[in-house]
């Protein structure tokens, strides 16, 4: 198979999805690997390294596009890609389909095969884990006094007390931001809807933290003595309620930081919208908002490494046995599949923008097989069935 490494093209995106170790291992699993020009240099893999392991470089995203059986970078697919997409071509990246409804018409229109890389991780992605810390790294920067913050240090001074910090979910993107506070000696309390999870938290870390089930309420009634908030919860697209209103965000003291790191939109966070790292920043109701939507690329070297270690496998299983063999062999591959060939294979993205879907299982004709099982990757349902769609066997 011919694969295409793309050079991510979104604002302030650094990262790579392969460094040079997994092209060698492409190319040495029988495989012709293309790369765009310049597609890792940002990260600090420059195109020789490529070259050495084996890879082609071409000049333009167009090539790659063109000549690539399969194409996979980083982030979704921008406005200025959707003309480049061809039928039955296979596309990775972190497409976020439900919140993203023209971006899912481009692939429908295509008739590309697409997989999203957000729901593809079978032990969390790390871009998960990089956004939590770093995050929590940028909160603590907005909290600098000549950042417009309130000028408090994390763990305080002889006679002067650290920060209290509140972290909205504790999966992975929370536990990442907590191991860096509580280290640090940060005062922290995590909210989450599952009290078995808060119990394994509290048991590690000795109870030196605190732990609440999260609920609006519960938020509002500790606001007024928290330095720092940092949203970690992944928000039903479906949901216009919010979990911090700006009446809320009125409770805290001037100068206090809010950190956005889920920045789903709609999200969470009434007063929450997208920022980029050329300018991070934005005061509201008096509290400091960081909400880069890619804080993962500022540490661009090493999340692509840790992202590339993660992912190639999972793009090397695709590559080895096809589409409709990998989905039998992996279930975390089967409900990553968003497009298919001009059919809908999402469920989220059904049930939150409406559209028709049809089971990956049954539209590639595999029901009857043993299929690697693999959880919902979220809550949300659809019932919305095609009821008349074709059957690949490709």
């Given at each position: 198979m011919v694969f295409g490494l793309l050079r991510d093209i979104k604002e302030g995106e650094y990262r790579v999805l392969l460094t040079p170790l997994e092209a060698a291992a492409m190319v040495g699993a029988g495989h012709r690997v293309l790369c765009e020009k310049d597609c890792g240099k940002l990260a600090g893999f420059p195109d020789e390294a490529y070259q050495r392991a084996g890879a082609e470089i071409l000049e333009s995203h167009e090539e790659v596009f063109a000549k690539a059986d399969f194409v996979a970078k980083v982030k979704e697919i921008m406005p200025e890609e959707y003309g480049l997409l061809r039928e039955g071509q296979i596309v990775y990246c972190c497409i976020h389909p439900a919140g993203h409804p023209e971006e899912v018409q481009a692939l429908l229109d295509s008739k590309c095969i697409a997989i999203t890389a957000e729901d593809s991780h079978r032990w969390g992605s790390p871009n998960c884990e990089a956004a939590?810390?770093?995050?929590?790294?940028?909160?603590?920067?907005?909290?600098?006094?000549?950042?417009?913050?309130?000028?408090?240090?994390?763990?305080?001074?002889?006679?002067?007390?650290?920060?209290?910090?509140?972290?909205?979910?504790?999966?992975?993107v929370g536990q990442a931001a907590l191991s860096v506070l509580y280290a640090l000696g940060a005062n922290c309390t995590v909210m989450d809807i599952n009290p078995g999870l808060l119990r394994r938290l509290l048991d590690q870390y000795q109870s030196h933290i605190r732990t609440m089930f999260c609920t609006k309420e519960a938020i509002a009634s500790i606001l007024p003595q928290t330095d720092m908030v940092l949203n970690c919860v992944r928000w039903p697209k479906q949901r216009k309620d919010f979990l911090i209103t700006r009446e809320m965000l009125r409770t805290m003291e001037p100068g206090s930081v809010l950190v956005d790191i889920s920045n789903d939109d709609p999200g969470a966070i009434e007063s929450s919208h997208e920022t980029h790292h050329d300018n991070p920043r934005y005061v509201d109701s008096g509290v400091v908002h960081y909400c880069v939507s890619n804080i993962p690329g500022a540490v661009a070297h090493d999340i692509s490494v840790a992202l590339a270690a993660e992912t190639f496998p999972l793009l090397l299983k695709i590559m080895d046995n096809g589409v409709r063999e990998a989905c039998v062999r992996d279930g975390y591959i089967r409900r990553s599949l968003t497009t298919y060939r001009g059919y809908l294979t999402h469920e989220e993205t059904s049930g939150i923008q409406g559209r028709p879907w049809v089971r990956p299982e049954q539209i590639l004709g595999i029901d009857g097989?043993?299929?690697?099982?693999?959880?919902?990757?979220?809550t949300t349902k659809s019932t919305n069935f095609l009821s008349d769609h074709p059957v690949f066997s490709d």
């Open positions: 939590g810390k770093q995050g929590a790294l940028f909160g603590l920067e907005s909290m600098l006094t000549i950042n417009g913050g309130k000028g408090k240090f994390v763990g305080g001074f002889a006679g002067a007390p650290g920060m209290n910090v509140l972290i909205l979910g504790g999966g992975v097989r043993a299929l690697d099982p693999a959880p919902d990757a979220t």
